[in-house]
């Protein structure tokens, strides 16, 4: 008699849950480190992206703001 290769998600997903229960020891320390290099760069990366999503946007409406007032000033000017 064979191994079984077919298992159901039910079936699975009690060999899981029992796995987890009883034999998961955990990350060893150098995966531990490497996700925290991971979420520290991913941390850093949306920082930047803030950063410069606020930069553009300021600008954007810093030069949007001038090129109005300077529509009406020359709307005014021509009145």
């Known amino acids: 008699m064979g191994l079984k290769t077919n298992f159901t998600d ?3 997903t009690e060999i899981y849950e029992v796995f987890m229960e009883n034999y998961e020891e955990g990350a ?3 995966v531990r480190k490497s996700y925290s290099r991971i979420h520290n ?5 949306l920082s930047a992206l803030q ?3 606020f930069r553009q946007g300021f600008r ?8 109005k007032s300077e529509e009406k000033s020359l709307q005014s000017s021509s009145n």
């Open 10 to 12: 039910e079936e699975l």
């Open 60 to 67: 954007f409406g810093y030069r949007y703001r001038t090129i």
């Open 41 to 45: 760069a991913s941390d850093e990366y």
């Open 51 to 53: 950063d410069n999503m």
């Open 28 to 30: 060893p320390e150098d």
